[in-house]
Structures are given as structure tokens and as C-alpha cells.
């Protein structure tokens, strides 16, 4: 998986990512001399599409909030679920667009040592809870399963750690480490042999793996591989376009006629005398060859546009018919479902493991598969209104639905302010019993009385 690795980190990577890798992404063409190849690829630029469809996807899937249903102790842990203050949101994020890139990813759920921890009291007072750990898939360097089955339980991983060490008062050097996790136990190893052993109360290795393009344990795809080499092509003729246009824009003067030894100075404040025959013109490239570079890259723009949102968001620039539309969306929102329940299913075992750590009930998690953003508008409000108003559906169903219609805010509590609302009815209606009982009695006889000639009269009516 590591040649398609090194294409994903290079279009992910940014423009000086692939400066420092010129030599395999923008070789260096036959008899070009180094400086001006040097200054060829200080010109070039990336233009991040790959990135761009990554981000939108990510957005798309994690577009509401996780819901975290549970013991409050897990609305607390949610907050922070890594140790460094990223809530679950964020962490989540962080963990779909590895995945996203490099086709898998994953997490493993860690608890601190605890040591000179007798209570509950010590534990809350240094902080002792379960954290999270990302880990990208190029860190993930071995694994093996407990059989050959398909479904086995890994029995060792194999993950690749970079340490930071103090050096002297104020340096600090980079050590590589490998890190060997097997149920219950682990071992850490540098380049001269091993240096730390330990234990943890689990049977099992706490790492949970995230895939968006799986193809076998801890192994994958990455599902935009293809609109990465387009977005390398497109990377190298953009730079060739971008080096050609600065050349072209300073032609060369010819001088014809004129011998080696003669002087000529050229500029707005000279003026050239010549000889009969003698000439001096400017030689400037052909525009066209720039026309059939930028209709390339248009193509190419237009390719990788088209297949990476089709593919991942469902949508597409050319017109079609609704029923062409609404085929391509359920298309779309099938990837992006089966993403989120990936996701979903993930981030439960993470938090079941965290759940065995601290021996809690763990909570349930729940991602929103609605992936399209569709704001009511102000004829379906009113529809939904009279719905409620008639008592065709309650008012938790109107709530929602102006909920998930982008009306209301996605972090508005349903039954809060259903209670609310009902203890402010009740409020109402008690004050205005209580002023009818507080008018004086002449009011409320003169009442009954102006009642009684009115029905007097109306029957009247109906006699005559």
C-alpha cells in the first residue's frame, strides 16, 4: 500500500511537499541545466482538488453533531476525548479525513498508569480517564491475526512512533521507536533494542480501525487515488505552462548583419544606427502552443471535478433530468452512508473500550445520515403549522421537523423546550383564571344577565 501512500501524502501534503520531491514529481528534462530547473520548480504550484473533495466528504458525513446518549460521565468525556481538548466532533474529523486519504485509519484507547491510586477522589484529582489516539495507516507497519479467518482478533500490532529526547539543557533529538501491542501487554522498542514493557487490563489489543475503501484486515484502497494522479498531472503541466509563459514574456532581440565586435546598447533612450541589409527584430514564441496547454488543463480540471464529486458527493456540473439527479444522489448518499456507519461503528468500540477501562455502561452513539443541507422554506413552515395546529401531529414531530430543516439550531434541546413551553401555557392560563375571579360581582352577574337577553333575543328571532 505504500506507493499509493506516497501519492496521497503528496497532493495532501501541499505545494512545498512536492518542491522537496521534484525529482519524482516534476523530474528535471534532458540537456535543461540546473538553474533553470531550480527556478522551474520554485514556480510550480499544487492546486489542492484532491484536498478539497477530502474536506468536503468529511464535512458532509460529520455535518450535525455526534450524539453521545448515555451516563453523564460520557457527555463529560466527550468534550475531551484525546487528552488535548478536541471533542469527539473534532476528533472524529480528524480521523475520517486519514481515512479518507489513505483509505484507513484508526484509534487506539489508552488509559494512564495508576500508580499511588487508591480512590476515586485521586483518580478525579490527576485527571485519570481513557483517551484517544490517532493513528494513521503509513504508522501501522505489521499486524497478525489470532487465525487465518477473515474475523480473527489481531494478536500483535506493529505501530511506528516518533519520540522527541532532551539533549543537553536546550536541544532535543527525534528517536524512532516501534511499539508492540499484544493482548494485555506491550513493548516498546528504538534502534538499539528494547526499552520499555507493560501491561494493561484488556484481553484484547485496544486499537479500533476505521476503513473507507477496505479490502482486508488493516488493509485498503484509498477511494480518491485516481483523482490523485490527475491532480499530480495536472500539477506538472500547470508548472510547465507557468515556466513557459515567464519565458515568453521576454522575447529576444536579433541583431542580423551586425559582427561580434560591434556595440549596441538597446533600451527606450537608444537608438540603433544600421547598415543597408542590416536588420533587428524581436523573436517571441507562438501563443498557440500556450491555448492547447490551457485547454489541457482545463480538461483535466474538468475530469478530476466531475469523477471526484460524482463519486464521493453525487453531484455533477452538466444538466440532466430529475430522475438522472435523484439517481446519482441516492448513489452519493450510499457511499456517504456506508462511510458514516463506519464511523458510527468505530467510534462505539472506542468508547466500549474506554467503557472497560472505568468500568462504565457505555453510552450509545449515533451520527446523522441526512448528508443534504435543505432549508424548509416559507410555504412548507406554514404547511407544517397547520398540521400542528389541527392536531395532526404533536408538537415534538413540528420541532423536529423545523429541527432537521436547518430552522432550528442543531444544539437545541426538543425536550427542554417542549417543557418550557408547556410551563409557560400553564402560566398563562393560571393568570387568566385568576383575573376572572378577582372582577367584582356585579360584572359577573351583569355578565349572566347580558347572556340571558341575548339568548332571549335570539330565540326571539328564530320564533319570528
Same mark, same amino acid.
Given at each position: 500500500m505504500?506507493?499509493?501512500?506516497q501519492?496521497?501524502n503528496a497532493v495532501?501534503?501541499?505545494t512545498?511537499s512536492?518542491?522537496q520531491?521534484?525529482?519524482?514529481?516534476l523530474?528535471?528534462e534532458p540537456?535543461?541545466?540546473d538553474d533553470a530547473?531550480t527556478?522551474?520548480?520554485k514556480?510550480?504550484?499544487?492546486?489542492?482538488f484532491t484536498?478539497?473533495?477530502?474536506?468536503n466528504?468529511?464535512?458532509?458525513?460529520l455535518?450535525?453533531p455526534?450524539?453521545?446518549n448515555?451516563?453523564?460521565?460520557?457527555?463529560?468525556?466527550?468534550k475531551n476525548?484525546?487528552?488535548?481538548?478536541?471533542?469527539?466532533?473534532e476528533y472524529?474529523?480528524?480521523? %475520517?479525513?486519514?481515512?479518507?486519504t489513505?483509505?484507513?485509519?484508526g484509534?487506539?484507547v489508552?488509559?494512564?498508569?495508576?500508580?499511588?491510586i487508591?480512590?476515586?477522589a485521586?483518580?478525579?484529582?490527576?485527571g485519570?480517564?481513557p483517551?484517544?489516539i490517532?493513528i494513521?495507516?503509513?504508522?501501522?507497519w505489521?499486524?497478525?491475526?489470532?487465525?487465518? %479467518?477473515?474475523?480473527s482478533?489481531?494478536?500483535q %500490532?506493529?505501530?511506528?512512533?516518533?519520540?522527541?529526547?532532551?539533549?543537553?539543557?536546550?536541544?532535543?533529538?527525534?528517536?524512532?521507536?516501534m511499539r508492540?501491542?499484544?493482548?494485555?501487554?506491550?513493548e516498546?522498542?528504538?534502534?538499539e533494542g528494547e526499552v520499555?514493557t507493560?501491561?494493561?487490563?484488556?484481553?484484547e489489543i485496544?486499537f479500533?480501525?476505521?476503513?473507507?475503501n477496505?479490502?482486508?484486515?488493516?488493509?485498503s484502497?484509498?477511494?480518491?487515488?485516481?483523482i490523485?494522479?490527475?491532480n499530480?498531472?495536472?500539477?506538472?503541466?500547470?508548472?510547465?505552462?507557468i515556466?513557459a509563459?515567464?519565458i515568453?514574456?521576454?522575447p529576444i532581440?536579433?541583431?542580423?548583419?551586425?559582427?561580434?565586435?560591434?556595440n549596441?546598447?538597446?533600451?527606450?533612450?537608444?537608438?540603433l544606427?544600421m547598415q543597408?541589409?542590416? /536588420?533587428?527584430?524581436?523573436?517571441g514564441?507562438?501563443?498557440s502552443?500556450?491555448?492547447?496547454q490551457?485547454t489541457e488543463?482545463?480538461?483535466?480540471?474538468?475530469?478530476?471535478?466531475t469523477?471526484?464529486?460524482? /463519486?464521493?458527493l453525487?453531484?455533477?456540473?452538466?444538466?440532466?433530468?430529475?430522475?438522472?439527479?435523484?439517481i446519482d444522489?441516492a448513489q452519493a448518499?450510499s457511499?456517504?452512508?456506508?462511510i458514516?456507519?463506519?464511523m458510527?461503528?468505530?467510534?462505539?468500540?472506542?468508547?466500549?473500550?474506554?467503557?472497560?477501562?472505568?468500568n /462504565?455502561?457505555p453510552?450509545?452513539?449515533?451520527?446523522d445520515r441526512?448528508?443534504d443541507?435543505?432549508?424548509?422554506?416559507?410555504q412548507?413552515?406554514?404547511?407544517?403549522?397547520?398540521?400542528a395546529a389541527r392536531?395532526?401531529?404533536?408538537?415534538r414531530?413540528?420541532l423536529?421537523i423545523?429541527k432537521s430543516?436547518?430552522i432550528?439550531?442543531?444544539?437545541?434541546? %426538543?425536550d427542554?423546550?417542549?417543557r418550557?413551553?408547556?410551563?409557560?401555557?400553564?402560566?398563562?392560563?393560571?393568570?387568566?383564571l385568576g383575573s376572572?375571579?378577582?372582577?367584582?360581582m356585579?360584572?359577573?352577574?351583569?355578565?349572566r344577565n347580558?347572556?340571558?337577553?341575548?339568548?332571549?333575543t335570539?330565540?326571539?328571532?328564530?320564533?319570528?
Amino acid at each position: 500500500m505504500m506507493s499509493d501512500w506516497q501519492i496521497m501524502n503528496a497532493v495532501v501534503s501541499g505545494t512545498q511537499s512536492l518542491r522537496q520531491q521534484c525529482a519524482t514529481y516534476l523530474p528535471q528534462e534532458p540537456r535543461e541545466d540546473d538553474d533553470a530547473y531550480t527556478t522551474r520548480v520554485k514556480r510550480s504550484v499544487l492546486s489542492p482538488f484532491t484536498l478539497r473533495l477530502i474536506e468536503n466528504a468529511a464535512g458532509l458525513v460529520l455535518r450535525r453533531p455526534i450524539t453521545v446518549n448515555g451516563d453523564p460521565y460520557w457527555q463529560d468525556f466527550s468534550k475531551n476525548v484525546d487528552g488535548l481538548g478536541s471533542s469527539i466532533n473534532e476528533y472524529a474529523r480528524r480521523i %475520517l479525513v486519514s481515512a479518507l486519504t489513505y483509505g484507513h485509519s484508526g484509534t487506539m484507547v489508552d488509559f494512564p498508569p495508576g500508580e499511588g491510586i487508591r480512590t476515586l477522589a485521586d483518580e478525579i484529582a490527576l485527571g485519570r480517564r481513557p483517551y484517544f489516539i490517532p493513528i494513521q495507516a503509513p504508522s501501522i507497519w505489521g499486524w497478525r491475526q489470532e487465525t487465518s %479467518l477473515p474475523s480473527s482478533q489481531l494478536s500483535q %500490532l506493529r505501530i511506528h512512533e516518533t519520540a522527541v529526547i532532551p539533549d543537553g539543557d536546550f536541544g532535543e533529538t527525534q528517536e524512532d521507536r516501534m511499539r508492540v501491542l499484544y493482548p494485555g501487554r506491550y513493548e516498546l522498542y528504538n534502534n538499539e533494542g528494547e526499552v520499555e514493557t507493560g501491561t494493561y487490563t484488556l484481553n484484547e489489543i485496544p486499537f479500533v480501525p476505521l476503513y473507507t475503501n477496505r479490502t482486508g484486515m488493516l488493509s485498503s484502497i484509498p477511494p480518491l487515488l485516481d483523482i490523485a494522479n490527475l491532480n499530480i498531472t495536472h500539477y506538472q503541466r500547470q508548472a510547465d505552462l507557468i515556466h513557459a509563459l515567464h519565458i515568453a514574456a521576454m522575447p529576444i532581440l536579433v541583431l542580423e548583419g551586425w559582427d561580434e565586435t560591434d556595440n549596441a546598447g538597446v533600451g527606450v533612450n537608444y537608438a540603433l544606427s544600421m547598415q543597408t541589409g542590416n /536588420k533587428a527584430y524581436y523573436v517571441g514564441a507562438d501563443s498557440s502552443s500556450f491555448n492547447a496547454q490551457q485547454t489541457e488543463l482545463s480538461s483535466l480540471e474538468a475530469q478530476m471535478s466531475t469523477l471526484g464529486v460524482t /463519486k464521493l458527493l453525487g453531484q455533477k456540473f452538466v444538466a440532466e433530468s430529475a430522475d438522472a439527479k435523484r439517481i446519482d444522489q441516492a448513489q452519493a448518499n450510499s457511499v456517504l452512508s456506508i462511510i458514516s456507519m463506519e464511523m458510527e461503528s468505530a467510534l462505539q468500540m472506542c468508547y466500549n473500550i474506554a467503557a472497560v477501562y472505568v468500568n /462504565k455502561t457505555p453510552p450509545q452513539i449515533n451520527l446523522d445520515r441526512d448528508f443534504d443541507f435543505y432549508r424548509l422554506l416559507g410555504q412548507d413552515i406554514s404547511v407544517i403549522d397547520d398540521l400542528a395546529a389541527r392536531g395532526a401531529i404533536t408538537n415534538r414531530t413540528f420541532l423536529q421537523i423545523l429541527k432537521s430543516g436547518e430552522i432550528l439550531p442543531d444544539m437545541i434541546d %426538543l425536550d427542554a423546550e417542549m417543557r418550557e413551553t408547556e410551563a409557560l401555557r400553564q402560566q398563562r392560563r393560571e393568570e387568566t383564571l385568576g383575573s376572572l375571579d378577582t372582577r367584582p360581582m356585579g360584572s359577573a352577574s351583569e355578565e349572566r344577565n347580558s347572556g340571558t337577553r341575548a339568548t332571549s333575543t335570539r330565540n326571539e328571532t328564530q320564533a319570528t
